[in-house]
């Protein structure tokens, strides 16, 4: 009697042990979203800004319909869920302030184009560096948001400062 008592606690034992339900470990680990590097997220700004190529310069604008240089800078690392200042001016004051030589994809530039005031009052973003010089996406009052060189003597002699905010 004892013996058959064991084999009955053993069997149920052993079936419940083998339950056909099986646990899926994955459910109870936490998902993780793996961050971007930053060379990705630079593209991606990047590739937003450029959505705008073409769309006409508006004061204060943050839409297609119209849109500033600071304003365009705005949106852009916005869709990257990075913040920034809305104005210019406010925007030289953030991240880390880098040499044009050191100078990458997604770092923004500074200008000063009015003589009389003696203020940054234009943002452009490094969309390419190469032999030829650094390229940048920025909205311009004649031509809407466009692509410009540094090279050329215009913005040579209104730049400023460059800045790494990613």
Not at 58 to 82: A, P, W
Not at 116 to 144: D, Q, Y
């Given at each position: 009697m004892k013996l058959k008592l064991v084999v009955i606690v053993l069997s149920l034992f052993l079936v419940a042990c083998g339950s056909s339900k099986k646990t899926n470990y994955k459910e109870t680990k936490t998902e993780r979203t793996p961050k971007k590097k930053k060379s990705d997220k630079a593209d991606a700004i990047i590739a937003f800004a450029k959505t705008y190529s073409g769309t006409k310069?508006?004061?204060?604008?943050?839409?297609?319909?119209?849109?500033?240089?600071?304003?365009?800078?705005?949106?852009?690392?916005?869709?990257?869920?990075?913040?920034?200042?809305r104005i210019a001016r406010d925007m030289s004051k953030?991240?880390?302030?880098?040499?044009?030589?050191?100078?990458?994809?997604?770092?923004?530039?500074?200008?000063?184009?009015?003589?009389?005031?003696?203020?940054?009052?234009?943002?452009?973003?490094?969309?390419?560096?190469?032999?030829?010089?650094?390229?940048?996406?920025?909205?311009?009052?004649?031509?809407?948001?466009?692509?410009?060189s540094l090279d050329e003597n215009y913005w040579k002699k209104a730049f400023i400062e460059a800045r790494k905010v990613i």
């Open positions: 310069y508006k004061y204060g604008g943050t839409t297609k319909k119209g849109i500033d240089c600071s304003g365009l800078l705005f949106v852009s690392f916005q869709s990257e869920q990075i913040n920034l200042p953030k991240g880390t302030k880098v040499s044009l030589s050191k100078v990458q994809k997604g770092d923004l530039l500074f200008f000063k184009t009015n003589k009389k005031k003696r203020t940054i009052n234009h943002v452009g973003l490094v969309v390419e560096k190469n032999k030829k010089g650094l390229l940048f996406i920025h909205s311009t009052t004649s031509s809407g948001v466009i692509i410009s």
